[in-house]
């Protein structure tokens, strides 16, 4: 019979089943979800001084941070002066285009700001950066308006 539809098996795909993709998807952002917590590193809150042309800095490999106290925290963990001394040293040792990045309070002296940065290039560091806080309002007012 000519009006008869053969079936040979040779049917053409015309949907695409997105459910399988959208599955690893959620599990990917799950995964991702769960151990955002471990990459991030613990910080210490201190008052950064603040300037109106702030450049990019790159990912230091020495974190080095001086609150309001003048206590020294290393990557994070509270260290004496000596100690930063003797891991600042391992890290140039380990790499010797070790760079630092320093945070101190904007409450401390200017004295012991110097003496930080005294003793981290003191152990080899001759790349560091201030870390500082972007003030968006004097980029604004300072800014032509169109």
């Known amino acids: 019979m000519a009006g008869q539809l053969q079936d040979s098996g040779d049917d053409e795909i015309t949907g695409i089943n997105v459910t399988p993709l959208v599955d690893v998807v959620l599990v990917l952002l799950i995964i991702f979800m769960v151990t955002a917590n471990f ?42 002066e000596a100690q930063l001394r003797a891991k600042v040293a391992q890290s140039v040792q380990k790499d010797a285009q070790t760079r630092a990045i320093l945070s101190a309070d904007q409450a401390l002296p200017y004295g012991e700001v110097m003496h930080l940065i005294d003793v981290v290039k003191g152990e080899g560091v001759t790349r560091f950066a201030l870390n500082i806080e972007k003030d968006a309002r004097t980029r604004a007012a300072s800014s032509p308006s169109p």
């Open 39 to 80: 990459i991030v590193r613990e910080t210490m809150e201190v008052d950064l001084p603040r300037a109106a042309n702030a450049g990019e800095t790159v990912q230091g490999l020495v974190a080095v941070v001086m609150d309001k106290q003048g206590r020294l925290y290393l990557d994070g963990e509270e260290v004496s």
